[in-house]
């Protein structure tokens, strides 16, 4: 496969991303800021060809480096869970019963 082939197949990658976005993704209060919305799909674009261009010359240290990050972020959701829940409330004393955000009771 060609590299303009590649380019034209990233372009429109990005392309069908934009319009499901936009179809999808309800708009903000402000309206569809298109300054922004070039600037991320310019951004999609350089880094999905840099990863495409990554991953043809060595696959095996992209794929290494892809689950080094991947285990990043599992450890980082995780310690989120973990501190989220010690900020759930916690009943004073014997016999009282708490609300919780999701409308179960916890005495």
């Known amino acids: ?3 303009l082939a590649l380019f034209a197949l990233l372009l429109l990658g990005a392309g069908a991303v934009t319009a499901l976005a936009l179809a999808f993704v309800p708009p903000p209060p402000g309206g569809i800021d298109a300054p922004r919305l070039v600037h991320l799909v310019a951004l999609l674009a350089f880094l999905g060809a840099g990863i495409l261009l990554a991953v043809r010359s ?3 240290l992209v794929l ?3 689950l080094i990050w ?3 972020f599992a450890l980082l959701v995780a310690g ?3 501190f989220a829940r010690k900020a759930l409330p916690i009943p004073s004393g014997p016999g009282e ?6 409308g179960r009771l916890a005495s």
Not at 97 to 102: D, E, T
């Open 58 to 60: 060595r696959p095996g």
């Open 80 to 82: 989120y869970a973990i």
């Open 64 to 66: 290494r480096h892809a």
């Open 97 to 102: 019963v708490v609300r919780l955000a999701q």
């Open 1 to 3: 496969m060609s590299r």
């Open 70 to 72: 991947l285990a990043v």
